[in-house]
């Protein structure tokens, strides 16, 4: 049914745009506070560019999240029932919400380790340990995604 399919990719929309979002507002975030310690510290530069990639990690989450639906359960057709599309929405909502605030949290401890790092303290793995943690949340909303589509199929 096409309304079936439209709330589908309604979920879609939502889980690639909020995800992407949240990416592009946590790289910068932490891109912002790379440049301002490059003033201080140019020789770290290295570590500032890890740092600040990292947040871009939950849109590619969201990216994974509809390749599943599409690809590996297949359930984005013109057959999808209504249960169907309305786990698929729900699947877009938890991974587009959880990934937008994971990735800005997570651009933010990152900034603040670069802010460090650019005083001249030695916190690169320390930060990037505790940058893990936000991003632990992003992960578990995919694999959730992938229980969704595996209950679903």
Same mark, same amino acid.
């Given at each position: 049914?096409?309304?079936?399919?439209?709330?589908?990719?309604?979920?879609?929309?939502?889980?690639?745009?909020?995800?992407?979002?949240?990416?592009?507002?946590?790289?910068?975030?932490?891109?912002?506070?790379?440049?301002?310690?490059?003033?201080?510290?140019?020789?770290?530069?290295?570590? @500032?560019?890890?740092?600040?990639?990292?947040?871009?990690?939950?849109?590619?989450?969201?990216?994974?999240?509809?390749?599943? @639906?599409?690809?590996? @359960?297949?359930?984005?057709?013109?057959?999808?029932?209504?249960?169907?599309?309305?786990?698929?929405?729900?699947?877009?909502?938890?991974?587009?919400?959880?990934?937008?605030?994971?990735?800005?949290?997570?651009?933010? $401890?990152?900034?603040?380790?670069?802010?460090?790092?650019?005083?001249?303290?030695?916190? @690169?793995?320390?930060?990037? $340990?505790?940058?893990?943690?936000?991003?632990?949340?992003?992960? $578990?909303?995919?694999?959730?995604?992938?229980?969704?589509?595996?209950?679903?199929?």
């Amino acid at each position: 049914m096409e309304l079936n399919l439209l709330l589908a990719y309604m979920g879609i929309a939502i889980m690639l745009i909020l995800s992407g979002v949240g990416s592009a507002y946590g790289v910068t975030i932490a891109g912002n506070a790379a440049v301002g310690a490059l003033k201080k510290n140019d020789g770290a530069f290295g570590n @500032f560019l890890v740092l600040t990639a990292l947040p871009g990690t939950q849109g590619l989450y969201g990216f994974a999240g509809y390749f599943m @639906f599409q690809t590996i @359960f297949g359930v984005l057709t013109p057959d999808i029932t209504i249960h169907q599309a309305a786990a698929v929405l729900a699947g877009g909502l938890a991974l587009g919400f959880i990934g937008l605030f994971s990735a800005i949290r997570q651009g933010q $401890v990152c900034a603040n380790g670069i802010a460090a790092i650019g005083q001249g303290h030695n916190v @690169f793995t320390n930060t990037l $340990v505790l940058a893990v943690f936000p991003e632990l949340y992003a992960i $578990v909303a995919l694999a959730g995604v992938f229980l969704i589509g595996s209950a679903i199929v």
